[in-house]
């Protein structure tokens, strides 16, 4: 796979066999992440887990420190007494049913986060052949059915961020942008690492966090030590 030249030139800067420390591998991350636009760094962690088990699963939700510098869209759906609560909060889009019918019918995504209600899950559910597959789906441990609707989208706006498995038991979450520099990005990412390590199932055997990556979009990755993290 060829590479282009900004990408080949930050390369040079990382040495692929080291182990760095958090501190040195995001301020790599800064230094090559030198595309036109703002970066989004990203971490990758791959876990000594078997997510195909229930008591192996990983997952929550944090809110980070500073937010990880994207603007979101937050579709709130509720009853009638909720929705001036859930546009005070900052919910661009609020509605019930006819929301509900808008995405089925109209096959409308143009939201980040659907945040909801208990009481309105029997009928979101309805949704989940079209949400699950785009991770969009409300779900408890990730913050968004919540009773109190208007905290969930304060959160949401601030910064909150799910972190899950995937099929190779790896997590994948963004932390900020290239623009927030070294300090901001390590308060995140141990904020975002302590929770991980906090979510350890209790099955979990040997080495917990094996590997940890950190890149910005378009940079190469950088490794670090995972005996360091968390």
């Given at each position: 796979?060829?590479?282009?030249?900004?990408?080949?030139?930050?390369?040079?800067l990382?040495e692929?066999?080291?182990?760095?420390?958090?501190?040195?591998?995001?301020?790599?991350?800064?230094k090559?992440?030198?595309a036109?636009?703002?970066?989004?760094?990203?971490?990758?962690?791959?876990l000594g887990?078997?997510?195909r088990?229930?008591d192996?699963q990983?997952?929550?939700?944090?809110?980070?420190?500073?937010?990880?510098?994207?603007t979101?869209?937050?579709?709130?759906i509720?009853?009638?007494?909720?929705?001036?609560e859930a546009?005070?909060?900052?919910a661009?889009?609020?509605?019930?049913?006819?929301?509900?019918?808008?995405?089925?019918?109209?096959?409308?995504?143009?939201?980040?986060?659907?945040?909801?209600?208990p009481?309105?899950?029997?009928?979101?559910?309805?949704?989940?052949?079209?949400?699950?597959?785009?991770?969009?789906?409300?779900?408890?441990?990730?913050?968004?059915v919540?009773?109190?609707?208007?905290?969930?989208?304060?959160?949401?706006?601030?910064?909150?961020?799910?972190?899950?498995?995937?099929?190779?038991?790896?997590i994948?979450c963004?932390?900020?942008?290239?623009?927030?520099?070294?300090?901001?990005?390590?308060?995140?990412f141990?904020?975002?690492?302590?929770?991980?390590?906090?979510?350890?199932?209790a099955?979990?055997?040997?080495?917990?966090?094996r590997s940890?990556v950190?890149?910005?979009?378009?940079?190469?990755?950088?490794?670090?030590?995972?005996?360091?993290?968390?």
């Open positions: 796979m060829k590479h282009g030249k900004k990408y080949v030139d930050g390369a040079k990382i692929r066999s080291r182990l760095y420390d958090t501190q040195e591998a995001l301020d790599l991350c800064v090559t992440g030198t036109k636009f703002d970066e989004t760094v990203e971490v990758h962690v791959k887990v078997d997510g088990h229930a192996q990983v997952r929550g939700a944090i809110v980070l420190p500073h937010g990880t510098g994207k979101v869209r937050v579709l709130a509720c009853k009638p007494e909720k929705e001036d546009r005070a909060a900052g661009e889009f609020v509605g019930g049913n006819d929301m509900i019918q808008k995405i089925q019918s109209e096959g409308w995504m143009d939201f980040d986060v659907l945040i909801t209600t009481d309105m899950m029997g009928m979101v559910g309805r949704l989940g052949k079209i949400l699950g597959p785009r991770g969009l789906m409300p779900n408890p441990k990730a913050g968004t919540a009773p109190d609707i208007a905290r969930a989208i304060t959160e949401a706006k601030a910064g909150k961020i799910e972190y899950r498995l995937d099929k190779t038991n790896i994948h963004p932390i900020g942008k290239i623009s927030f520099g070294t300090e901001k990005l390590a308060e995140n141990n904020t975002l690492l302590e929770a991980i390590n906090k979510a350890k199932p099955a979990a055997k040997g080495q917990y966090i940890c950190v890149a910005a979009t378009m940079g190469p990755g950088v490794k670090i030590n995972p005996n360091k993290v968390g």
